[in-house]
């Protein structure tokens, strides 16, 4: 049996080998033909002068249409025609899928396609090296938010996601109906993974779906995102917890520099890692520099998205593409957090990135009456949150953590015009299938 090469270990010397791909390209010229085979990692030519081949062979391939999924076997020749250095003469062939044409979608042509035709074909979208690249790079993130979380002694958790309560706020619940009984798809796993801190399991992270109901359709919002939630006990301040998120991202920085060098140059895109600790500006301070740009805001505003790029670009201007916005208005946030006594304010942080929200946390109110307080302010029914509240009659720690929007986290670090290129299959108000 031939040897199982691929273009990226394929080399002079191999003999006989067999190469899977897609066909790219069929260029013939009459007395010879070529193939582009691509695969995952790259392309292989492949070589065939009319007069060597079987003639059956050398039909069935030169009318192979493009994108067609094939193995080819032959004999690896040196070559200096070809990028590899080598090329491809075969001796025969197994067609698996003949590819229809019209393609919905092209591979290697230079116009760029609608993002609705390319998501609508994000099959044929995903055999664009420059779009796989994305999807490695984020799974090498993910591998690294792992590794670094265990290496900070977090405990992989998975929270529920069909649930009885919200507790992001109402307007972004997404109903199921549950035997007859009124369920939602959690927002968040806010309330289990604070209730987990009163278990011993005290520190803990989840990377897992999130659903909102986003009715707008923005550059970042889509309807099921993907969240690295973390919490951890006994912390003292929300600093704390700003330290730790500092300290997993930048582990998660320099190991895609390092590991995803190839996809990144696929990319053209390189990693800044900035240096710890990432600055704090005060939610005060922001109000200050977006009203100061003219945006005409007031106290307890939410900066919005046009506020939050004036922050953004005030602080690339000084060299700062992390960010943390702290001391948020309580009133705008929600019901967990905990408030800073005295002030309006509460001690809360967003994580910025570049002018964009990829996360935010800040230390909980864990103790019982504070925390029924806040939820009775915020207009809601303690007894809809009974199996929540009853973690924090019996011994809740001080505790706090975020949610980073792992989406909004790739967006973000590959400068990349919308959220949903880095989704494999994105949920939005419109968009349901595929
Ligand atoms: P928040 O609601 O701010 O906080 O969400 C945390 C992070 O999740 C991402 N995110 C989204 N990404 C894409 N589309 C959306 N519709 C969307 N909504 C949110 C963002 C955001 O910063 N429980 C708290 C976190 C905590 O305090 O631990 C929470 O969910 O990157």
Redesign the pocket.
């Known amino acids: 049996m031939a040897l199982i090469r691929d273009s990226s270990n394929i080399k002079a010397g191999d003999g006989t080998v067999t190469i899977n791909g897609w066909v790219q390209d069929v260029r013939n010229l009459g007395g010879i033909s070529f193939i582009t085979l691509r695969d995952r990692y790259g392309t292989v030519q492949i070589t065939m002068p009319k007069k060597k081949i079987e003639p059956e062979l050398f039909e069935l391939l030169t009318g192979l249409s493009r994108e067609s999924a094939v193995s080819v076997t032959g004999e690896v020749k040196e070559s200096n025609q070809t990028a590899l250095g080598v090329e491809l003469i075969p001796l025969s062939a197994k067609i698996h899928g003949e590819a229809a044409s019209p393609l919905p979608l092209g591979v290697v042509d230079k116009v760029n396609a609608e993002m609705d035709t390319r998501l609508n074909n994000r099959f044929m979208d995903l055999r664009k090296p420059e779009i796989r690249a994305v999807f490695e790079l984020r799974s090498m993130a993910v591998d690294l938010i792992f590794e670094a979380a265990a290496e900070n002694g977090f405990v992989n958790v998975s929270t529920p996601k069909i649930v009885a309560s919200g ?2 706020g109402g307007s972004t619940l997404f109903g199921v109906d549950y035997f007859g009984r009124q369920a939602y798809l959690a ?2 796993p ?1 309330l289990y993974k604070q209730m987990l801190m009163s278990t011993g399991l005290d520190r803990i992270f989840e990377i897992g779906p ?1 659903f ?1 109901a ?1 009715h707008s359709n923005t550059n ?4 099921e ?1 993907i ?1 690295f ?1 973390g ?1 951890m006990a006994w912390i003292e301040k929300e600093e704390d917890v700003m330290e730790m998120i500092g300290r997993i991202i930048d582990r998660v920085l320099r190991g895609l520099a390092e590991k995803g060098a190839k996809q990144l140059e696929i990319l053209g895109k390189s990693i800044k890692i900035p240096e710890l600790p990432y600055p704090v500006l005060t939610y005060g301070e922001c109000l200050k520099l977006v009203i100061d740009a003219g945006l005409p805001l007031k106290e307890g505003d939410d900066l919005g998205t046009e506020g939050e790029k004036i922050v953004g670009d005030a602080m690339s201007a000084k060299g700062f593409d992390l960010y943390f916005i702290a001391e948020y208005p309580e009133e705008a946030k ?1 019901f967990y957090i905990m408030e800073k006594p005295g002030t309006p304010y509460s001690y809360s942080f ?1 994580l910025d990135f570049k002018g964009q ?6 230390q909980r109110e864990h103790r019982y009456d504070e925390l029924v307080g806040r939820m009775s302010k915020k207009g809601l029914n303690p007894d809809d949150f009974g199996f929540y509240l009853d973690a924090f009659k019996y011994g809740m720690p001080p505790h706090g ?5 792992v ?2 986290l790739i967006t973000k670090l590959l400068d990349l015009p919308n ?1 949903r290129e880095a989704i494999l299959f994105p949920r939005d108000v419109s968009r349901l299938s595929p």
């Open positions: 507790a992001e927002q968040s806010q999130a909102r986003e970042r919002h889509v309807t995102f969240s939630d919490e929600p967003d929200e990829i996360s935010s946390g800040g953590g975020w949610g980073i929007g989406d909004r959220v």
